[in-house]
Each structure stands twice: as structure tokens, then as C-alpha cells.
T-cell receptor, first 115, second 114 residues
Framework: AQSVAQPEDQVNVAEGNPLTVKCTYS??????LFWYVQYPNRGLQFLLK??????LVKGSYGFEAEFNKSQTSFHLKKPSALVSDSALYFC?????????????FGKGTRLSVIA | EPEVTQTPSHQVTQMGQEVILRCVPI?????FYWYRQILGQKVEFLVS????????KSEIFDDQFSVERPDGSNFTLKIRSTKLEDSAMYFC????????????FGPGTRLTVT
């Protein structure tokens, strides 16, 4: 069964500094990987996904993520953090070989960008 | 930009009562999902729906739960007899197609069972 680990409950970064939110996964075969962001009292918003191809994926709001198969990781990155990036970030995985499988989410990482 | 909508935004009900949570997925999407998020915990899958039938469900989705697409636009989640532990944020999602396609989430319905 697929699973996702987000090892950090909280990440604090100063505005303007680069940020990284970590994610590792476990799935048989090649995974489909997603990042979502959740702002207070809002639903989850899709940021980016990795399906196949280039390991570096670019998404919304200047975020990017790098798929690393050997380390089974899909860390979310941004070169220069904004205060408005402060939110809850979820990594999710999907097994492409198992029919209409749902997204399996990590527990989330709260990002706090300090001015 | 099209979006998934959900009503109501907040539902308070007494234990044992039936509730129906409503969702309007994005119009050209074919796959529909319900997830829930208990306060402070991770988002958990409940059920997926395609071609007017359940395609997958989790162990959370027991006989107290049901889903329906009563017309061409709405997608509902019914809880027949609510329990205190059903209190959570319930998210509806839809995707254009399966697997590789991202799911778009609604803003959620906060269900409070007292």
C-alpha cells in the first residue's frame, strides 16, 4: 500500500530565503506525486504534480519540486519565500497501477514565513 | 476559472441524525471523491465515484455512509446516523480523468456532531 511521510510538522523560514518542505513516499512502481496547499478555512489547492518526464516540476506561485527516485523523495521548494506562502502543505501519492486509487496524503507541514 | 462548490459550509447536527452534504463538481469532470479531515489530522480518503457507481472506498466508508449523483451536477454524501467521531471537515473533489490527473477540491463542509 502506498504511503507518504512528511517528517516536519512545522517549517519556519525568513521572507526572501529559500524554503524546502520535505516529502518521502512509498509505492510499488513509479508513483504519481502531488503537492497541495491549504490556507485557513479553505479547501486544498493543487500546486504541482509529477507524473513522468523531467524530475524537476514547476507549479503555481513559483513553487517547484524535485522527484528523486533513489531517495523516494519529492521535496517542495521555492527560491524566495513570501509571507503569503504561510499555509499548510500536503504531499500526496497515487499508485498508477491500481485502478481508480485515491490520493494518499501526508499529515501536512505547516510553513511559516516570517517577515 | 471553474471550481468545486460545497454546501453547506458548516453543519451542526445531533448524534443519530442524518446529514446530507452536497457538492457540485467541475462540469466536465468524470471522477468524484469524498475525503475528510478530522481537526488537526491528515486528509483521509472516503470514497471515489465514476460512471454512477462507487469505484473504491476506504474502511471508514461503512454502511452509515452513502453517495449519490442524483442529477447531472450534484454529488452528495449521506451519513445516516451520525456519531460524535464523524465531526470533521468533509471535502469533495473531482478530476477530469483518473490517475494522472489532479483532483480539484471544494472548500469543504465542517460537520459538527453534538
Amino acid at each position: 500500500a502506498q504511503s507518504v511521510a512528511q517528517p516536519e510538522d512545522q517549517v519556519n523560514v525568513a521572507e526572501g530565503n529559500p524554503l524546502t518542505v520535505k516529502c518521502t513516499y512509498s509505492v510499488s512502481g513509479n508513483p504519481y506525486l502531488f503537492w497541495y496547499v491549504q490556507y485557513p478555512n479553505r479547501g486544498l489547492q493543487f500546486l504541482l504534480k509529477y507524473i513522468t518526464g523531467d524530475n524537476l516540476v514547476k507549479g503555481s506561485y513559483g513553487f517547484e519540486a524535485e522527484f528523486n527516485k533513489s531517495q523516494t523523495s519529492f521535496h517542495l521548494k521555492k527560491p524566495s519565500a513570501l509571507v503569503s506562502d504561510s499555509a499548510l502543505y500536503f504531499c500526496a501519492v497515487r499508485d498508477p497501477n491500481s485502478g481508480n486509487t485515491p490520493l494518499v496524503f501526508g499529515k501536512g507541514t505547516r510553513l511559516s514565513v516570517i517577515a | 476559472e471553474p471550481e468545486v462548490t460545497q454546501t453547506p459550509s458548516h453543519q451542526v447536527t445531533q448524534m443519530g441524525q442524518e446529514v446530507i452534504l452536497r457538492c457540485v463538481p467541475i462540469s466536465n469532470h468524470l471522477y468524484f471523491y469524498w475525503y475528510r479531515q478530522i481537526l488537526g489530522q491528515k486528509v483521509e480518503f472516503l470514497v471515489s465515484f465514476y460512471n454512477n457507481e462507487i469505484s473504491e472506498k476506504s474502511e471508514i466508508f461503512d454502511d452509515q455512509f452513502s453517495v449519490e449523483r442524483p442529477d447531472g451536477s450534484n454529488f452528495t454524501l449521506k451519513i445516516r446516523s451520525t456519531k460524535l467521531e464523524d465531526s470533521a471537515m468533509y471535502f469533495c473533489a473531482s478530476s477530469e480523468r483518473d490517475r494522472a490527473y489532479e483532483q480539484y477540491f471544494g472548500p469543504g463542509t465542517r460537520l459538527t456532531v453534538t
